[in-house]
């Protein structure tokens, strides 16, 4: 029986990767729309693109974390009202919505990961956009509305963080790497294979509503991590060098903490993501990542 699926945001580096993933589906059929495509800001586009969809994945956000500290109610309006008019849509069509947020509802002062029923409380605007987004989301679909965070994606389609550092090491001999933030480098394309099979979960009536933490297994700093791209990569990891955050001083404050647990996934009948360790091997054997380590190891001095 084929299901149709709705993915907003589909020109974005997870929504990319999740259009991929479904198209490998039998049983999916799939309408990416991109921003231009459809704007969630616009309750007429909105109530016009979900109708006959059964699942809804909303990738579309305002990502940039220091402009929505700069313009919050530009952010607001995406992350937070967008998702509304998404919710209730989904709401009067009867359709699943899936939703991606991210760690940044949190306020990032623990020392032991996140549950997903944890207390939320944003240090920064996009945080709080984001959490607009999850309260209607929980308000408006107690029964039929996902949400997903995740936090620290990189991916083939998109700037990030993998990507600069493989870019850096073609330009610089040392690089200093923020080493007092921990989190969950989650490689995108993981995310959206997490995604697609939790869809299909809740469409059989296995996943229960609510909050699920789509962030890879273990842990890592931004040095760690950064560290680890080299060493993968055939580069000389100790090129990295630790510093503090203070070396980085950046208009929105970020979590020091964003470790999340992943308790719900086998509620669902899932297995959690796999060790962040293992996704980045996975990631760096895309043709967009070793062209950029090809270009690395070229100039590396012996």
């Known amino acids: 029986m084929t299901t149709s699926w709705l993915v907003t945001g589909?020109?974005?580096?997870?929504?990319?990767?999740?259009?991929?993933e479904l198209a490998a589906d039998p049983d999916?059929?799939?309408?990416?729309?991109?921003?231009?495509q459809l704007d969630i800001t616009d309750p007429a586009a909105v109530r016009a693109a979900v109708p006959g969809h059964r699942v809804v994945v909303n990738c579309a956000a305002f990502t940039d974390v220091d402009g929505a500290e700069r313009s919050e109610p530009a952010a607001t309006a995406v992350n937070g009202t967008g998702v509304g008019h998404l919710a209730h849509a989904c709401a009067d069509g009867g359709a699943i919505l899936l939703h991606v947020s991210t760690d940044y509802v949190l306020p990032g002062d623990a020392r032991r990961p996140y549950p997903e029923d944890a207390r939320t409380g944003p240090v920064n605007a996009y945080g709080r956009s984001k959490l607009a987004g999850e309260r209607a989301v929980a308000e408006l679909l107690p029964e039929t509305g996902y949400?997903?965070?995740?936090?620290?994606?990189?991916?083939?389609?998109?700037?990030?963080?993998?990507?600069?550092?493989?870019?850096?090491?073609?330009?610089?001999?040392?690089?200093?790497?923020?080493?007092?933030?921990?989190?969950?480098?989650?490689?995108?394309?993981?995310?959206?294979?997490?995604?697609a099979a939790l869809g299909r979960a809740a469409l059989t009536g296995r996943a229960p509503a609510g909050i699920y933490h789509g962030t890879a297994s273990g842990r890592a700093t931004w040095c760690g991590l950064a560290r680890e791209t080299f060493r993968l990569s055939g580069l000389d990891p100790e090129r990295i060098h630790p510093v503090g955050s203070d070396k980085f001083p950046r208009p929105a404050p970020r979590p020091a903490f964003g470790v999340l647990g992943h308790g719900n996934w086998r509620k669902a009948g899932l297995e959690p993501l796999p060790p962040w360790e293992d996704q980045l091997a996975s990631a760096l054997r895309a043709p967009a990542f070793t062209a950029l380590a090809d270009a690395a190891r070229s100039t590396e001095r012996p």
């Open 28 to 36: 999916a059929v799939v309408t990416g729309l991109s921003r231009q």
């Open 10 to 20: 589909a020109g974005g580096m997870l929504g990319q990767d999740v259009l991929a």
């Open 147 to 195: 949400i997903v965070r995740t936090a620290w994606l990189y991916g083939a389609h998109g700037p990030n963080f993998v990507a600069t550092m493989l870019e850096l090491a073609a330009a610089r001999r040392t690089l200093d790497v923020v080493a007092d933030q921990h989190g969950q480098p989650t490689w995108s394309r993981a995310l959206a294979r997490q995604l």
